[in-house]
């Protein structure tokens, strides 16, 4: 499994860093990326200390480590400079907490984080076939999610991003050890969004592209 979108207790996760690399690490992760929540008050604190830990303890584990964040629920006017300044910070993947369906997320997320060039849109809600095509065109993932909740929109998102051709790529907004998943899980995930199985695969390797790209 390659997870790029999950949380710690530098956000509102239960585990330490250092464990929630070990438990996913445990169940076969190939790749994870710790992605706390921030906006303007905590992104300067969370951020470098994600890129701390990473820095001491990936040597230990056999799995590829990235240091991330999640910018959350944010005016999208201010979306851009945080897209910036986690990068500046050492986040090597940058995604934005797109419109989900369950919670009253700002009109207009959507297509801030990918006029910003976030690496992925995370759980997008019903995200139009207009923002669609941009992220297609910005080389913007969106996410399909196993998080409760967030995932009542996988059906749409799936559907929209596979007619327009717009990467797709998997992930847990893991908050706790019992949201991490194999990759037989995301198999089923995908499948259960009206994802073909032969186009699952693809959806795989977008997120082995996306950490290559990342991490070069």
């Known amino acids: ?10 956000s509102d996760g239960v585990l330490l860093p250092s464990e929630l690399v ?8 190939k790749a994870l990326a710790i992605t706390d929540h921030v906006d303007s008050s905590n992104i300067d604190f969370v951020v470098p200390r994600i890129v701390k830990v990473i820095g001491e303890i990936r ?21 851009g400079k945080l897209v910036t300044e986690a990068r500046e910070l050492g986040a090597k993947i940058v995604v934005v907490h797109g419109e989900t369906v369950v919670e009253p997320v700002i009109k207009g997320t959507n297509r801030a984080a990918i006029e910003a060039g976030a690496d992925i849109l995370v759980h997008p809600g019903l995200i139009s076939r207009e923002d669609t095509i941009s992220a297609k065109q910005m080389g913007v993932a969106l996410e399909i999610t196993s998080r409760r909740g967030h995932s009542f929109s996988n059906g749409h998102v799936a559907k929209t991003a596979l007619e327009i051709g717009a990467d797709l790529v998997i992930s847990t907004d893991s ?13 089923i995930l995908l499948r259960s969004a009206g994802i073909p199985e032969d186009a699952t695969e693809k959806i795989f390797e977008n997120s082995k592209k996306l950490v290559k790209r990342i991490t070069d």
């Not at 908050?175 to 198999?187: C, K, Q, V």
């Open 175 to 187: 908050h706790s050890p019992e949201d991490l998943i194999t990759d037989d899980w995301a198999r």
């Open 59 to 79: 040597a230990y584990f056999d799995i590829q480590l990235i240091p991330g964040a999640e910018i959350t629920h944010v005016p999208p006017e201010i979306i």
């Open 22 to 29: 070990r438990r996913a690490y445990s169940i076969g992760y």
């Open 1 to 10: 499994m390659i997870d790029l979108h999950t949380h710690s207790l530098f």
